[in-house]
């Protein structure tokens, strides 16, 4: 008699593969729901980093009022409304992004710089540009960063 026809052999390996399937089973299916849940909910948090940064930089392009000659930001003729929306809009960011990840911590700085040039004033318009244009790369490493990840399921 074969010892893999041996039914001791046989019940053996059966209580294996039950015992597999109890323990391995619900693992497999926890990492799938898990993916299936987490990663409709970082595509949100994607779509709405997008529009906000959006609208942070739309506001900070109303802002701009040149001063005549000498090419810095007029403090006195801001529109405050437009600020004040930027202002919110700068702590929704800070609430969003992670203060432990590096791009997250740069974004949260040129946001912050932006918003404080346009409160105070005096920064010409070459070095403003230069920090929105800084805010839109580093924004689209971060959301590009984050689509790959949901692209490829990782949690």
């Given at each position: 008699m074969s010892s893999l026809t041996n039914p001791e052999v046989i019940s053996g390996l059966s209580m294996l593969v039950a015992f597999a399937t109890i323990i391995i089973g619900p693992v497999v299916t926890f990492k799938i729901a898990k993916r299936q849940i987490i990663s409709p909910i970082r595509q949100k948090w994607i779509d709405e980093?997008?529009?906000?940064?959006?609208?942070?930089?739309?506001?900070?392009?109303?802002?701009?009022?040149?001063?005549?000659?000498?090419?810095?930001l007029n403090v006195k003729d801001m529109d405050v409304v437009a600020f004040q929306k930027m202002l919110y809009m700068e702590q929704k960011l800070r609430l969003m992004?992670?203060?432990?990840?590096?791009?997250?911590?740069?974004?949260?700085?040129?946001?912050?710089?932006?918003?404080?040039?346009?409160?105070?004033?005096?920064?010409?318009?070459?070095?403003?540009?230069?920090?929105?244009?800084?805010?839109?790369?580093?924004?689209?490493?971060?959301?590009?960063?984050?689509?790959?990840?949901?692209?490829?399921?990782?949690?």
């Open positions: 980093l997008r529009e906000l940064m959006s609208l942070f930089l739309s506001e900070s392009h109303k802002v701009i009022i040149i001063s005549e000659g000498d090419g810095l992004l992670n203060p432990n990840e590096a791009d997250h911590v740069k974004l949260i700085e040129f946001v912050k710089s932006i918003t404080e040039d346009v409160q105070h004033g005096g920064c010409n318009l070459i070095q403003f540009s230069d920090k929105i244009g800084g805010a839109t790369e580093l924004s689209q490493k971060i959301l590009k960063s984050e689509w790959s990840r949901v692209k490829q399921g990782e949690i």
